[in-house]
Every structure is written in structure tokens, then in C-alpha cells.
């Protein structure tokens, strides 16, 4: 059944009004508690003016604050826009020009000049509001559509691409896969180690379980582990660049962990790193393979997965891979993922041309290289707007990133065209080496040569200390 996020509040709160929703720092709040601030919060935001449609705009970190400003939003009909706080003051301002929103909140409530709207109000949103407002939250949230718009998120640019203003549904949000996971349960203590952008549907799958949602408040990984301990986390959801911190320290994890499960999402995670997070922890360290546009569809729940899948699609969800022509392709071939689900979002915010173009009779189009096994896991082979052509021949550049991770002097590599007058274009390798010095580039053309076809060894190598990337882990080939 379609439900709207703040419902997910009320049914636990009716029946169970003492048991704990959420965590951050010091501070819990009970399912009961959640309720009620997340209505005198919501009847803030109805007298200050807000209408139902309206967008509210934040770029502040994660707290409890800005999870109760969600669910207040949620229940005055508004559509809570979140942009990360790791963005400059240009994108900041073209974003959140585009998103046009009628209130954006700041911790002090003091209007950033990076961040526009017509109202800028303090993000605890304080004050108590009349009886008459509380009384329109509760008339909008009950006569509220569940396919209304709730949420906004901006997609990430690692490509150089301007960013894109993916726009949720409380049923997209809301929605439930039929079969659960291991790690679904009301019993679980979910810590959600991740930016802003996903609190939303994190939240929202939490809260539909029950349980309970804990907020790192800790700025540095070993008080984040102690953060673990203290409230006995079971499950972190987190991504390779978080959780690459947190497996780096010099000093092993407090004694007494309760961890079962660690999800892996936002970015590929290398095997290394996984081995390294498994040893560290002792538990089964899983990956999601999903866009903002569509949440998570697959991931490495089971043991079996082999190694260098992203998994199995989930229940209820419909995958396919199609070639070029759109027709379906056979097992080990190469073909663009499309799926269709329930939790496929609306579209772009005030974009109807790329929403076409990703969007097609309820399929998305991920853009994605994939391939399916004959027991039906998936392995991604790279980008489709990435491929490289070499004098006619194309080839994905993640296909020659893998081979070049398994040469011992090779830490990190990426694979980017480079322009050529006789070919158009060659590949070229930029590598962050194991050791000094790197390896010789020859020595590096002569163990690919063993991998790969001839076209696809690259003429270039370039090395550096590191590569940029995003704050999830992503490359940022547009820098490159």
C-alpha cells in the first residue's frame, strides 16, 4: 500500500510511542517524540507560509535537526530539497536557483548568499506555533497524496555533466521490496554513515521497519566506531570513501562491537578495501549497486556472490540489459541495465527532456555497461558514454581499469581518451602507483598486452600522487 513518509511515524507512535526512532550524539527521540516535534516543527513551517508543493532548500550536514525538518516538511505538503554542503558557492547558487525554493534553512537561520530562496528560516525551526496550524498540518497529512513529491536530491557530476534534480514521491521513498534482506529487521540499529542526500530514503526504510536510525555526530572515524559501540549499531550504511577512513586507522576498532552487517553503496568498492573492512570487522561487508534516480535494485546480499558481481536484482525489481538497437542480449553479453520499479523516481526537476531521455515506458535507462552470468548475477563493464574509440573500435575504459589493478605496482588507475591525430582518440592511463618508482611504461603496455587486444593498450601513462574524487569515492574523470 502507498504511504506517505510521515505516516511510517504515526503507526509506530500509535502502538508503540516509547520505543526509540532515532539517535544522534547525545540525543534520542522515542517514535512518540518524533511525532510530535515533526508536527510543531511542520506548524512552524504552515505559519511562516509555506504551501503544500513548495520547495524547502538546506546544503547542511546530517543531525537529528535535519532529519526532523524532513518530516516536518513532509507533513506541511512541502518537498524537501537537499544539496551537499561540500559544494562551492557557484554550484551551491545555480542549483538552488534552478530548484526556485520558497524557504531554505541555515543552523542560525541567517539567509547564505550561495544558497537562494524567498525565505530563509533557522533549521530547528523554533517557536510554537497556534493550535489552528497544528490543526492544517494534521488536515494536509491526512487528506496528503502518497504520490505526492517529497523529496528532492541532486545527482552527482563526476563527468562533467551538470548535476540533475532528481524529484521523489512519499511512495517512491516509502515503497518496500517484498523480500527483505537479512539486515531488515525492527530489531536492527541502522547507522547511516553517509551524506545528506541519502538520509531521505534511508529514513524512510528504517522507519518503516520500525527500528531504529542512528546519525554519526562524530567528526573523525575513531569516534564514529565508538559512536558503533556505544549505541550498539548492527548495520552501517556508508560508502567506499567513509568507510576506507574508518579501516585506515592505525589502531584496531573498539573491543565489543554488535556490528552484523556493513552496506557498501554510492560507489564501486574495490576488492582490497572489502577485504580490509571484512578482516577489520569480522562481518559480511555487502554491496548495492543503484542510481539516485532509482535507489538501490541489486547487491552482494549472499555469500555467493562471486567476486567483482554488484549481485542479484532485488524482489521487485525488473531488470534487463539491451543492446544498441534496444533488443535484449544473451547471457555474457554486453548490454546497457535497465530496470523499472516501484521506487523509479518522478523525474528531473524542470527538465522534461532529460527525464524522456532516461525515463521510457517506466523503464530507466541507467547508461550503464553490463553483463548477466548463466545463474543470473550481474557484473557492470563500464559507462556507455565513456567508451573510448580508438580508429573505430570501442572499448569501455573500466575493462582496462580492472586489468591494470591486478599489476602489483598499481594502486589506483583510471582510463581517460586523450585526442590523436591519426585515431581520433587513444587511451590513456593515469595511475597512482604502489611504490617509488612506478612502474616502467613499458612494462606496464607488456602485462596488458597478456589482457587485452592490441587497440586497447593505452600509448599514454601518466602518474599521480592521487586521484580526485567526490565525496562518496567517485572519480572525477572531468578533472583528469
Request: glycine content about 8%.
Given at each position: 500500500m502507498?504511504q506517505?513518509v510521515?505516516?511510517?511515524i504515526?503507526a509506530?507512535?500509535?502502538?508503540?510511542?516509547?520505543?526509540?526512532?532515532?539517535?544522534h550524539?547525545?540525543?534520542?527521540w522515542?517514535?512518540?517524540?518524533l511525532?510530535?516535534e515533526?508536527?510543531?516543527?511542520?506548524?512552524?513551517?504552515v505559519?511562516?507560509?509555506l504551501?503544500p508543493?513548495d520547495?524547502?532548500i538546506t546544503?547542511?550536514p546530517?543531525t537529528d535537526d535535519l532529519?526532523?525538518a524532513?518530516?516536518?516538511?513532509?507533513r506541511?505538503?512541502?518537498?524537501?530539497t537537499?544539496?551537499?554542503?561540500?559544494l562551492?558557492?557557484?554550484e551551491?547558487?545555480?542549483?538552488?536557483t534552478?530548484?526556485?525554493p520558497a524557504f531554505a534553512?541555515?543552523d542560525?537561520?541567517q539567509p547564505?548568499t550561495?544558497?537562494?530562496a524567498?525565505r530563509t528560516?533557522?533549521?530547528?525551526?523554533?517557536?510554537?506555533p497556534?493550535?489552528t496550524?497544528r490543526?492544517?498540518?494534521?488536515?494536509r497529512?491526512a487528506?496528503?497524496?502518497a504520490t505526492?513529491?517529497?523529496a528532492?536530491?541532486?545527482t552527482?557530476s563526476a563527468?562533467?555533466?551538470?548535476p540533475k534534480?532528481?524529484?521523489?514521491t512519499?511512495?517512491q521513498?516509502t515503497?518496500?521490496?517484498?523480500?527483505l534482506a537479512?539486515?531488515d529487521?525492527?530489531a536492527?540499529i541502522?547507522?547511516c554513515y553517509?551524506p545528506?542526500?541519502?538520509?531521505?530514503g534511508e529514513?524512510s526504510?528504517v522507519?518503516?521497519?520500525?527500528?531504529?536510525?542512528?546519525?554519526?555526530?562524530?567528526?573523525t572515524p575513531r569516534?564514529v566506531?565508538?559512536e558503533?559501540?556505544?549505541?550498539r549499531?548492527?548495520v552501517?550504511?556508508?560508502a567506499?570513501?567513509l568507510?576506507?577512513q574508518?579501516?585506515?586507522?592505525?589502531?584496531p576498532?573498539?573491543?565489543?562491537?554488535?556490528l552484523?552487517?556493513?552496506r557498501?553503496?554510492a560507489a564501486?568498492?574495490p576488492p582490497a578495501l572489502?577485504?580490509e573492512a571484512a578482516?577489520r570487522?569480522?562481518?559480511?561487508?555487502t554491496?548495492?549497486?543503484g542510481l539516485?534516480e532509482g535507489?538501490?535494485i541489486m547487491?552482494?546480499?549472499?555469500?555467493e556472490?562471486?567476486?567483482?558481481?554488484?549481485g542479484r536484482?532485488?524482489?521487485g525489481t525488473?531488470v534487463?540489459?539491451l543492446?544498441e538497437?534496444?533488443?535484449?542480449?544473451?547471457?555474457?553479453?554486453?548490454?546497457e541495465?535497465v530496470?523499472?520499479?516501484?521506487?523509479?523516481?518522478?523525474g528531473?526537476?524542470d527538465?522534461a527532456?532529460?527525464?524522456?531521455?532516461?525515463l521510457?515506458d517506466g523503464?530507466?535507462?541507467?547508461?550503464?555497461?553490463?553483463?548477466?552470468?548463466?545463474?543470473?548475477?550481474?557484473?557492470?563493464v563500464?559507462?556507455?558514454?565513456?567508451r573510448?574509440n580508438?580508429?573505430?573500435f570501442k572499448?569501455a575504459?573500466?575493462?582496462f581499469?580492472a586489468?591494470?589493478l591486478?599489476h602489483?605496482?598499481?594502486?589506483e588507475?583510471v582510463?581517460v581518451?586523450?585526442?590523436d591525430?591519426a585515431?581520433?582518440?587513444?587511451?590513456?592511463?593515469?595511475?597512482?602507483?604502489?611504490?617509488?618508482?612506478p612502474?616502467?611504461d613499458?612494462?606496464?603496455r607488456s602485462?596488458?598486452?597478456?589482457?587485452?587486444?592490441?587497440?586497447?593498450v593505452?600509448r599514454?601513462?601518466?602518474?599521480?600522487?592521487t586521484?580526485p574524487?567526490?565525496?562518496l569515492g567517485k572519480v572525477?574523470r572531468?578533472?583528469?
Amino acid at each position: 500500500m502507498d504511504q506517505r513518509v510521515e505516516w511510517l511515524i504515526d503507526a509506530i507512535a500509535q502502538r508503540d510511542p516509547e520505543r526509540v526512532a532515532l539517535i544522534h550524539g547525545p540525543r534520542r527521540w522515542t517514535y512518540g517524540q518524533l511525532r510530535e516535534e515533526s508536527l510543531r516543527r511542520a506548524g512552524v513551517l504552515v505559519e511562516a507560509g509555506l504551501r503544500p508543493g513548495d520547495r524547502v532548500i538546506t546544503a547542511l550536514p546530517v543531525t537529528d535537526d535535519l532529519m526532523i525538518a524532513f518530516l516536518a516538511c513532509c507533513r506541511a505538503g512541502g518537498i524537501f530539497t537537499t544539496l551537499s554542503p561540500l559544494l562551492n558557492a557557484t554550484e551551491l547558487r545555480d542549483l538552488s536557483t534552478w530548484a526556485s525554493p520558497a524557504f531554505a534553512l541555515t543552523d542560525d537561520g541567517q539567509p547564505w548568499t550561495a544558497l537562494l530562496a524567498s525565505r530563509t528560516l533557522p533549521l530547528a525551526l523554533p517557536g510554537q506555533p497556534q493550535p489552528t496550524a497544528r490543526e492544517e498540518v494534521m488536515r494536509r497529512s491526512a487528506m496528503g497524496d502518497a504520490t505526492a513529491s517529497a523529496a528532492i536530491r541532486a545527482t552527482s557530476s563526476a563527468t562533467g555533466t551538470r548535476p540533475k534534480l532528481v524529484v521523489r514521491t512519499h511512495a517512491q521513498l516509502t515503497w518496500r521490496r517484498p523480500a527483505l534482506a537479512r539486515w531488515d529487521t525492527p530489531a536492527s540499529i541502522n547507522s547511516c554513515y553517509l551524506p545528506n542526500q541519502f538520509m531521505s530514503g534511508e529514513a524512510s526504510r528504517v522507519f518503516a521497519l520500525g527500528a531504529i536510525l542512528h546519525l554519526p555526530a562524530s567528526a573523525t572515524p575513531r569516534g564514529v566506531e565508538r559512536e558503533f559501540l556505544r549505541h550498539r549499531v548492527t548495520v552501517v550504511y556508508t560508502a567506499p570513501a567513509l568507510l576506507g577512513q574508518l579501516v585506515g586507522q592505525p589502531t584496531p576498532p573498539p573491543a565489543g562491537l554488535s556490528l552484523a552487517f556493513m552496506r557498501i553503496t554510492a560507489a564501486a568498492l574495490p576488492p582490497a578495501l572489502q577485504e580490509e573492512a571484512a578482516r577489520r570487522y569480522g562481518v559480511p561487508i555487502t554491496t548495492e549497486y543503484g542510481l539516485t534516480e532509482g535507489g538501490a535494485i541489486m547487491g552482494s546480499i549472499t555469500e555467493e556472490t562471486p567476486i567483482g558481481s554488484i549481485g542479484r536484482p532485488f524482489s521487485g525489481t525488473e531488470v534487463r540489459l539491451l543492446g544498441e538497437g534496444g533488443e535484449a542480449v544473451s547471457e555474457g553479453e554486453i548490454g546497457e541495465l535497465v530496470f523499472r520499479s516501484p521506487n523509479v523516481m518522478l523525474g528531473y526537476h524542470d527538465d522534461a527532456e532529460a527525464t524522456a531521455a532516461i525515463l521510457r515506458d517506466g523503464w530507466l535507462h541507467t547508461g550503464d555497461l553490463a553483463r548477466r552470468d548463466e545463474v543470473g548475477f550481474y557484473y557492470l563493464v563500464g559507462r556507455r558514454n565513456l567508451r573510448i574509440n580508438v580508429g573505430g573500435f570501442k572499448f569501455a575504459p573500466e575493462e582496462f581499469e580492472a586489468v591494470l589493478l591486478q599489476h602489483s605496482g598499481v594502486r589506483e588507475a583510471v582510463v581517460v581518451a586523450r585526442p590523436d591525430a591519426a585515431r581520433g582518440e587513444v587511451a590513456c592511463a593515469i595511475i597512482v602507483s604502489v611504490g617509488d618508482p612506478p612502474p616502467d611504461d613499458e612494462e606496464l603496455r607488456s602485462f596488458c598486452r597478456t589482457h587485452l587486444a592490441g587497440y586497447k593498450v593505452p600509448r599514454r601513462f601518466e602518474f599521480r600522487d592521487t586521484l580526485p574524487r567526490s565525496a562518496l569515492g567517485k572519480v572525477l574523470r572531468r578533472q583528469l
